[in-house]
């Protein structure tokens, strides 16, 4: 005979809680917890929920919340590699994720030859019992969630059939946050953090732009020309690719927002902040020596890197239909024009004086004075000096 607490369960009450005041009151964090706290109080004994939400992003393949007992909730992420690996092929969510079924089994009896590892692992920490549940959003897409417990007979069929009939609300108390997740990951991929916060917030119209002072990193790939002529398409983006992940990494690291890839060219800029103009070029140039270095293990790759700092304008351009964020103006002009430099003087790293006045003198090298194309003036331009060089140099061992 069923619990009696059971029996006394408002379906109807929790339900119209999870579509009403939790899906437009509450964080994902606390819509699960609260949920789970629920239905531990009508006596289903939870040990351990976990709703994982796909996400498009090309470093994490997932996110969700994780509930125990004994600690409560709390946000996840899963890196993409794992959800090509065991972990995730042929695992209990993958079967929920692709055939909207339910998976059910008990953890007391598995079978090596048919059970996934992970249920395996659950047991030895003290679960009897699994139950996975596919979460369907308006959109088609289909996300998993898992119920165990510790109870020494696992679960009963009405347990069962009271989380089955709440998981479309916790669905639809969950959707929003997850939608809002997917589109903010999907504009930090294409536009960087700073982009995507501010065209989250309302900056969509062409014009709506602000000026800020930035040091801005560009870099150019050494020899891309000939690599395009020499390499098969696909060695050729694989190449392009790992050396603009070397770049972003290193720019995100610094804190700072990759704007555009321009061909073989990354442009990232680092906001001037309460730090000023020295803490924004160290930053900007502590992610372009670490890139540098980086790229030290890969062979054949080359790249050089570009500093200068000033005022930009950050916002929309384009056509009425289809808009740009980046930033544009005399500062971004400039730092373009120093490719050229770096290339003429086979230097590796070269900044503006404006940059240079930012850094010990023994830290950067005068290369001379050059005109720069559209900039009035000859421009004073200086080499970066990389750390191992300045120990060879005090050392005496190099004479340049």
Request: glycine content about 8%; some cysteine.
């Amino acid at each position: 005979m069923p619990h009696q607490r059971f029996l006394d369960f408002n379906v109807t009450e929790v339900a119209t809680w999870l579509v009403g005041t939790a899906r437009v009151a509450l964080s994902p964090v606390e819509i699960v917890a609260q949920t789970c706290d629920r239905l531990v109080a009508t006596g289903i004994p939870l040990w351990r929920v976990r709703v994982g939400q796909r996400l498009i992003n090309p470093l994490l393949g997932a996110w969700g919340v994780i509930w125990m007992r004994e600690t409560g909730a709390e946000e996840y992420t899963v890196p993409r590699r794992v959800l090509a690996t065991s972990a995730f092929t042929g695992s209990p969510f993958e079967h929920v994720i692709k055939t909207r079924t339910r998976f059910y089994r008990s953890l007391r009896d598995l079978n090596p030859a048919r059970d996934h590892p992970v249920l395996f692992e659950l047991a030895e920490d003290g679960s009897t019992d699994y139950l996975a549940l596919p979460i369907i959003y308006g959109d088609g897409s289909v996300q998993g969630a898992a119920f165990t417990t510790d109870a020494p007979g696992g679960f009963s069929h009405e347990a069962i059939a009271l989380i089955e009939r709440l998981s479309p609300f916790l669905a639809a108390a969950l959707e929003p946050a997850a939608m809002r997740r997917s589109a903010e990951s999907l504009l930090r991929t294409y536009l960087g953090d700073g982009p995507a916060e501010r065209i989250a917030a309302g900056a969509i119209r062409r014009g709506d732009q602000v000026a800020i002072e930035a040091a801005v990193l560009l870099t150019d790939l050494r020899g891309y020309t000939f690599l395009s002529e020499q390499l098969p398409p696909n060695a050729l983006l694989e190449r392009l690719g790992q050396y603009q992940e070397l770049v972003v990494t290193a720019v995100r690291a610094e804190g700072g927002d990759v704007l555009k890839f321009i061909g073989d060219g990354v442009l990232a800029i680092f906001p001037v902040e309460g730090g000023g103009r020295e803490t924004a070029s160290t930053r900007a140039r502590r992610a372009l020596e670490a890139a540098l270095i980086d790229a030290e293990s890969i062979a054949g790759m080359h790249f050089v890197g570009c500093l200068h700092v000033g005022p930009v304008i950050y916002g929309n351009i384009g056509s009425p239909d289809r808009l740009d964020f980046t930033v544009v103006g005399p500062t971004v002009n400039f730092v373009s024009r120093l490719e050229a430099v770096a290339k003429s003087t086979n230097s590796t790293a070269v900044c503006s004086r404006e940059v240079a006045a930012c850094f010990p003198t023994d830290t950067t090298r005068r290369l001379g004075t050059f005109t720069l194309p559209g900039i009035p003036d000859e421009q004073t331009v200086f080499e970066l000096i990389a750390p191992d060089r300045r120990i060879r140099d005090d050392q005496g061992l190099t004479s340049r």
